[in-house]
């Protein structure tokens, strides 16, 4: 689980919860049934009018990787892919046969697949470059959607909130019950404002940076089956590889 998105979430909402009672007024107040259906499923299918289907579908699907530690491991991907160069260069690209049946990562096994079938290194570039580049508006239409429904979260609040007002109004003949309308119209507000800043707005920058990590992942590998089939020195594509990541985590 990545404890940064767990954290970072109950971490401003208790702080947002502290700051009111300071003041002597109560959280529990703001949340409001009203406002979280008329603001966050709205947003939502909002953001679903202005977004593909396929990218929708993909949205909800990899919304889990927002909450999972990324599996991406530079270090230890950059020594697999050396040694698989040194097999290469001590026994012929036909020895990596017997590590290809091992292989879950599909992308790493068509590329390695690739460098036993003595796949020339242009046809290897263009054939993987197009997988990265689908992989990678895959994952940017996902992340889109829900930065998308973020962006939207503030203005239905706005209109949840002017809703509430026109309801309030409407009971000037009791005071008690308009005023207790206006405190509840503006609990839309609220509810946009953290729908956008806390929840569906980071879990669209959280997935799109995590998944700016599985592509960097896979130009490794595209990286690593050229030098194969152009037969570079292991040492040499370690050095080329480690400053690819150069001033990157190791893990997301």
């Not at 947003?43 to 530690?69: N, P, Q, S, Y």
């Not at 998944?211 to 960097?216: E, F, M, W």
């Not at 050229?226 to 001033?247: C, F, H, Q, S």
């Amino acid at each position: 689980m990545d404890l940064t998105v767990i954290i970072g979430m109950i971490g401003a909402l208790l702080s947002i919860s502290i700051g009111d009672l300071m003041e002597g007024g109560n959280p529990v107040h703001v949340i409001h049934i009203t406002s979280l259906i008329i603001v966050i499923p709205t947003a939502m299918c909002a953001a679903a009018t202005g977004t593909e289907a396929h990218a929708i579908r993909a949205a909800f699907k990899e919304l889990k990787m927002v909450f999972k530690k990324s599996p991406v491991n530079f270090e230890a991907r950059i020594d697999d892919i050396v040694d698989y160069a040194i097999t290469v260069k001590k026994f012929g690209v036909l020895a990596l046969e017997k590590d290809l049946a091992t292989i879950d990562d599909d992308f790493l096994k068509e590329a390695l697949s690739m460098v036993v079938d003595g796949t020339k290194e242009e046809q290897i570039e263009e054939s993987l470059e197009a997988i990265i580049e689908e992989t990678e508006h895959y994952y940017h239409s996902a992340s889109h959607y829900w930065l998308l429904a973020g962006e939207t979260c503030p203005v239905m609040g706005l209109i949840g909130a002017v809703l509430g007002l026109i309801l309030a109004l409407q009971k000037l003949d009791n005071p008690a019950e308009m005023a207790a309308g206006i405190a509840g119209a503006f609990t839309a507000t609220v509810t946009g404002i953290a729908g956008a800043y806390i929840f569906l707005g980071p879990w669209g920058n959280k997935m799109k940076a995590k998944a700016h990590l599985l592509i960097k992942d896979k130009q490794l590998i595209l990286a690593g089956a050229k030098a194969m089939a152009r037969g570079d020195v292991p040492g040499e594509l370690k050095l080329k590889l480690t400053k690819m990541i150069t001033a990157m985590p190791t893990k997301g």
